[in-house]
């Protein structure tokens, strides 16, 4: 290994005591309710590559959780493991007390059901009108009428702030990348999950649009009380949304704690992050 | 030392080339054996397969037209060539039938719709895939076997034999026509000789010509093999649009050579239990 290298491992090892000390086994802000999601020392491996390495996070409900770090580190990888489009090499994924890891195929649609996620790339069917594709969980999983399906589908659009006569009848390729994330996030809560899971909402959207997308997380949290989980790469969206952050290192968490607690902590990665 | 190096090199990559290949066959049979077990067991989504059925056959009436009437009007003329000299033009009628019926209107059918209904459904699983919409899907608690294959593999089951029926239908009165318009053959009599060979071979069941049986017993097997194949090659796509433009040209290779490969071991069958 060469001197970078050494230095890199040396830097590495050196947060990682740090934050053996300075971290409790989940958050440091636990309280006594049941973890809506909980992983515990979860790992995730594709042959030789260790993507997550011990893995352990508690979300409550209420709580919005923003899981920071660099590119590849393994965010998205949590989003996937949480809603078991993969499979962890070892660890539990507990939602709502149910390990999603070790359930049958017909429990973890149930478990999905459970939860609602925005894709980075937003992730809206194509060759559907908006109205069929917030509109499809409803009629995937209820019995609900027409009339019924139809209110509640303009009830979520006036919601994320969009006019429903204005957009129910356009197909995804007629919307800017802000209405997308919009109804994306409709499409998410239509059903009314009690979990939430944002995979990148704010990449490649201007300020003014990311600032309504984040207004939008905080309202969901002030007046649906879900229990958020939002990988993101933007710390100032972070730092608005989040009422904790978890950053990760070489699949690790290595800091866990308020924005407040992130912007003043002393290990020198986070600073490093933040700077 | 460098010889045994490079057969040590090409050993494994012959070894991996062949673990490749024997995980997608599993694969393949995996993904057989969901779509008949989906097949009969709830829920279904009867709109989608209307649309495929649409998609698939109604969408392809027109070039299966076109393809049986060139192919049966080509029949006739160059049969007529070799026949005249033996003074057997009025036989055109049996080897265009004959030909069409059994293997022409069939295998052309198949890689004519192969190309463009299979091409399609690669193109549009594969897009969905790489735009992380069958990974919406599965978030919303929806098997996307179910809800993207198997409407599009029973439309294919219905849709090919209709379809081949109406190729072999063409390609007869396109042989009619030139029978009638270049070798002075009247209709009745080029009809009739249609009518024996399919006679000829015997029946099944006192009424069904045997060469009927093949006709439209080969059309389902190729469109079960067209749709599992074109779905396989598009939920496995990977990277990005390129990915897309790759599933899709091994999706209608493949399909094409296992046809042709089928076609071969049917009237092998055939020939040994039927005739």
């Keep these: ?275 | 030392m460098p010889q045994a190096s490079a057969r040590r090199t090409a050993f494994r990559l012959a070894r991996d080339a062949a673990f490749g290949v024997a995980l997608a066959v599993q694969e393949y049979f995996a993904l057989l054996l969901r779509v008949i077990r989906s097949c009969f067991t709830r829920p279904v989504y009867p709109g989608d397969l209307v649309q495929q059925m649409d998609t698939i056959g109604v969408g392809s009436i027109f070039i299966v037209v076109l393809t049986g009437f060139f192919t049966g009007m080509v029949l006739a003329l160059q049969s007529a060539v070799e026949m005249e000299q033996f003074g057997a033009t009025i036989y055109i009628g049996r080897l265009v039938g004959a030909s069409t019926v059994r293997e022409l209107g069939p295998v052309l059918t198949a890689l004519m719709v192969t190309g463009r209904a299979g091409a399609g459904m690669a193109a549009a699983l594969g897009a969905m895939k790489v735009t992380e919409q069958v990974d919406a899907l599965r978030t919303m608690g929806v098997d996307p076997v179910r809800k993207l294959v198997v409407p599009r593999f029973v439309a294919a089951l219905i849709m090919l034999p209709l379809l081949t029926v109406i190729a072999d239908l063409i390609a007869i009165f396109g042989g009619l026509l030139i029978a009638v318009l270049k070798l002075g053959l009247t209709p009745d009599l080029y009809m009739r000789s249609v009518y024996t060979t399919l006679a000829d071979n015997g029946f099944v069941l006192r009424y069904i010509p045997v060469d009927l049986v093949q006709g439209l017993g080969k059309p389902i097997v190729f469109g079960a093999i067209m749709a599992l194949t074109s779905c396989y090659y598009g939920l496995r796509t990977e990277g990005g649009t390129e990915g897309v433009g790759r599933s899709t040209t091994q999706a209608v290779v493949t399909t094409s050579i296992l046809v042709l490969a089928t076609d071969y071991f049917l009237t092998q069958i055939i020939i040994v239990f039927l005739l």
């Design chain 1, 1 to 275: 290994m060469n001197e970078h290298g050494d230095r890199n491992e040396v830097f590495r090892s050196e947060v990682r005591e740090e934050i053996g000390r300075e971290l409790a086994v989940a958050s440091p802000h636990a309280d006594r309710t049941e973890p809506t999601v909980s992983l515990r020392d979860v790992h995730l491996s594709f042959g030789d590559n260790h993507v997550l390495r011990g893995i352990t996070l508690d979300v409550r409900q209420g709580e919005t959780l923003c899981i920071l770090g660099g590119s590849g580190v393994g965010k998205s990888t949590i989003l996937r493991l949480i809603l078991r489009l993969l499979h962890a090499t070892a660890g539990d994924v507990l939602i709502e007390g149910r390990d999603i890891t070790t359930v049958s195929h017909h429990d973890v649609l149930e478990l999905r059901e459970r939860m609602g996620m925005v894709f980075q790339g937003s992730a809206l069917f194509d060759s559907l009108t908006v109205r069929d594709n917030v509109s499809f969980p409803l009629y995937e999983h209820t019995r609900q009428t027409d009339e019924e399906i139809e209110h509640r589908v303009r009830e979520v659009l006036s919601f994320v702030d969009l006019v429903p006569d204005d957009v129910l009848d356009l197909l995804p390729a007629e919307l800017s990348g802000g209405m997308r994330k919009r109804v994306a996030i409709a499409r998410a809560i239509v059903h009314q999950p009690p979990i939430l899971l944002f995979d990148e909402p704010t990449s490649g959207l201007d300020p003014i649009t990311t600032h309504t997308i984040d207004e939008l997380i905080l309202k969901l949290r002030s007046e649906l009380n879900v229990c958020a989980i939002v990988v993101t790469h933007d710390l100032a969206s972070a730092a608005r949304i989040a009422t904790e952050s978890a950053l990760l290192l070489d699949g690790r968490v290595i800091f866990r704690g308020t924005p407040e607690e992130m912007y003043a902590s002393e290990i020198e990665y986070v600073q490093a992050f933040i700077a």
